[in-house]
């Protein structure tokens, strides 16, 4: 799979990987702005309150 | 990297091969697993940056969020002549001096929403806290134990005893640590009562209650902390703080 993308790449070996690193820092950015967000609070980590259950407010 | 295996195998076997249909076959089976191997570490990165999001990137975020709206009452406050309060932008603030984590903007209700900016929220349900300036009743809070603020996160830190001050415009509001449920259920909304029995007091008084999770990095337990409030005192002109914070 990573080798299919770098073997796609166009240029040499240094452009291949200043494009690859943009690639890596443009996911990563993704997931810290979109992705985790959504994510969070469908997991259990972080529910500080006490309640009543699927009733109360989570 | 396939490829490459296959290349390998292809120059380590000279001569007449196996049938050419086999040899393809177990390239694309070596091909299917190195792209398999690949998803499986792409997997584990993925999970190791969500830990460092939620360790880390939403307390930067919740920090900054809650220094935001903390000056902003403060800026408030110091405009405003006395009227009515603004329960709307934050009510006050905490400090709890064993916890070491500085001041904790109190804001209205305990929705997710409102706990991610890095703040404590007093209850409106199940049970509705008391407001400090009550006459009787529990002002209980609660806050993240980790991520966004973390703002209880050392509430273990927290012993009998202790000072427990609350900050409002005009007032300075010291309470004693008198109790503490290091476990309890997360269904036990006893402990927000306006007479919290399980910290052992029986009578109408005027209390603070601070929750959050435990064991740290999970949702599974709460945490209860109790104090009784000891005395209250004006803020004055130079808003300069209790004994207990100095």
């Keep these: 799979m990573y080798g299919w993308i770098w073997r796609h790449l166009p240029g040499n070996a240094w452009m291949r990987a200043l494009i690859s690193l943009v690639l890596v820092l443009a996911i990563v950015f993704v997931l810290f702005q979109y992705v985790f967000p959504w994510a969070e609070p469908l997991l259990p980590f972080n529910d500080v309150t006490v309640d009543q259950g699927m009733g109360g407010p989570r | ?246």
């Design chain 2, 1 to 246: 990297m396939a490829r490459t295996d296959h290349d390998e195998r292809r120059d380590q076997h000279p001569g007449p091969p196996a049938t050419p249909s086999r040899r393809t076959g177990r390239g694309r089976v070596a091909a299917a697993i190195a792209v398999f191997g690949e998803l499986l570490i792409t997997a584990g990165i993925i999970l190791a940056l969500f830990v460092v999001y939620s360790l880390w990137w939403t307390n930067v975020l919740a920090d900054r969020e809650a220094k935001k709206q903390g000056d902003q009452v403060r800026r408030h406050w110091a405009r405003q002549g006395p009227g009515k309060l603004d329960t709307k932008s934050g009510i006050g603030f905490l400090h709890v001096p064993s916890m070491h984590n500085g001041e904790v903007l109190v804001k209205k209700g305990t929705r997710t929403e409102t706990l991610n900016d890095g703040v404590a929220g007093y209850y409106t349900k199940p049970v509705k806290s008391a407001m400090p300036w009550a006459e009787k009743g529990n002002f209980s809070l609660a806050a993240h134990r980790d991520g966004h603020g973390a703002k209880f996160h050392d509430i273990d830190k927290v012993h009998e005893g202790d000072p427990v001050v609350f900050e409002t415009r005009d007032t300075w509001y010291v309470y004693k640590v008198y109790a503490t449920l290091p476990e309890t259920s997360k269904y036990n909304v006893d402990v927000l009562d306006a007479v919290p029995k399980e910290s052992g007091r029986k009578r109408p008084g005027r209390y603070i209650t601070l929750s959050t999770c435990t064991p740290v990095y999970t949702s599974r337990h709460r945490y209860i902390v109790w104090g009784e409030l000891e005395r209250t005192e004006k803020v004055d002109a130079r808003r300069t703080p209790p004994k207990e914070l100095r």
